[in-house]
């Protein structure tokens, strides 16, 4: 299975941007790249995916890398609320396919 | 629409007995994918339905065992419990299949083995 490799943690002000990197060298061309984030006593939720292009959505923006080895998740302006463990995970339409969720990234928000 | 809902919410077990764990996913969804989450191991996949079907399977051991219904609703079933299988277990639903279809997660069944 593709592997992802995040920070363990990060650290933002409130009201500015943050950029969440991952890395994913193994990537394959038909891996789907997810952004699920756990905010403290809650499942997972999703944040948003991407395969080959940039994409924005109401909570955030995916830059995908050219070549697909990496992708940051951009969150425009923090909140308080966003702190969370932000999980980036591959995944594809094969039965050999599986999501592995790494250990994530812990972000803080200061206020 | 209502969201994933598992039942029980939390759980107290002892050694050696065995646990059903029950996820509901929202209606319309035909995947089903539960998820173990520990402190030392953070979130591991355990196993995927998809229209009644195991699709695939996590690496745990056959204690750990599921099945998801005609109605997509699904369950797991943990037998001989061990001090380990302490845990948040987490069940997820698609509409389709989870590799390209957005998880929804249900808020876990906090499971504590004593």
């Known amino acids: 299975d593709a592997k992802t490799t995040q920070p363990n943690s990060m650290e933002s002000n409130e009201e500015e941007p943050v950029h969440l990197p991952c890395n994913h060298s193994t990537i394959s061309g038909t891996d789907y790249i997810h952004w699920y984030r756990q905010l403290p006593s809650q499942g997972p939720e999703y944040v948003i995916h991407g395969l080959t292009s940039n994409v924005n959505n109401r909570m955030a923006s995916l830059a995908i890398a050219e070549d697909r080895k990496s992708s940051t998740l951009i969150l425009h302006r923090a909140t308080l609320r966003d702190a969370a463990v932000y999980y980036c995970i591959l995944t594809n339409n094969t039965n050999a396919g599986k999501s592995t969720f790494g250990d994530g990234t812990t972000l803080t928000v200061k206020p | 629409k209502a969201g994933v809902t598992q039942t029980p919410r939390y759980l107290i077990k002892t050694r050696g007995q065995q646990v059903t764990l029950s996820c509901s996913p929202i209606?319309?969804?035909?995947?089903v994918s539960w998820y173990q989450q520990t402190p030392g191991q953070g979130l591991q996949f355990l196993f995927e339905?998809?229209?009644?079907?195991?699709?695939n399977k996590g690496n745990f051991p056959g204690r750990f065992s599921g099945r998801q219904f005609s109605n997509s609703r699904s369950e797991m079933n943990v037998s001989t419990l061990e001090l380990g299988d302490s845990a948040l277990y987490l069940c997820a639903s698609s509409l389709g299949l989870p590799r390209t279809d957005t998880q929804y997660f249900g808020p876990g069944t906090r499971l504590t083995v004593l």
């Open positions: 209606s319309g969804h035909r995947s």
């Open positions: 339905y998809f229209s009644e079907t195991q699709r």
